[in-house]
């Protein structure tokens, strides 16, 4: 009930601020009936731009040291219980170390000096349908596969600078080296 709650949340203030603005509206005066228009495909300038939320992968678990996430420029410090989204990238210093549960209950954990990007993640709770890519730059990644990866494993992806893998399996370790990106 949770997840389905935290996967809600947006959508449920998004429709509140949009309700919300359209009872702050002066009400149109009444005009006499006109004959209906014909219908007309929707062109760009006619149709609203409806604005996306945020997809949360997981939440952060644990941090050990100095862990940052960077989300749309802003540096932010990781505390357990952040929320973490897609395209937020997780960094972590030196002797530092930082634990992500995902929604599918995969289980991520950044070693010392490591940075990766929860790059796209979708998890459907009733069907428990998915897809996971994380791109790991620089460091070392441990995991444990979740819902997705036990039910279709190939739908379950670490991306590095030199290489994608395909998961096969339920818990692995990704080293990256320490290059930067």
Request: hydrophobic share 45%.
């Amino acid at each position: 009930m949770k997840l389905r709650f935290a996967m809600l949340a947006p959508l449920s203030l998004f429709c509140i601020a949009m309700l919300h603005s359209a009872w702050g509206q002066t009400p149109a005066t009444p005009t006499a009936p006109t004959a209906p228009a014909t219908p007309t495909a929707p062109t760009a300038s006619t149709t609203p731009a409806t604005p996306t939320a945020p997809v949360q992968a997981g939440v952060v678990k644990r941090v050990v040291g100095s862990v940052t996430v960077l989300r749309a420029g802003i540096a932010q410090p990781a505390l357990p219980g952040f929320a973490v989204q897609v395209g937020d990238t997780l960094r972590t210093g030196p002797d530092s170390a930082a634990g992500i549960t995902l929604a599918d209950d995969t289980l991520l954990t950044a070693g010392p000096d490591s940075e990766l990007v929860i790059s796209d993640f979708s998890f459907d709770p009733i069907t428990q349908e998915g897809n996971l890519l994380v791109s790991l730059w620089r460091g070392s990644l441990g995991a444990v596969t979740g819902l997705i990866g036990k039910k279709a494993p190939e739908k379950v992806r670490v991306q590095t600078r030199t290489v994608v893998l395909g998961v096969r399996g339920t818990e692995f370790i990704v080293d990256a080296g320490q290059a930067a990106r």
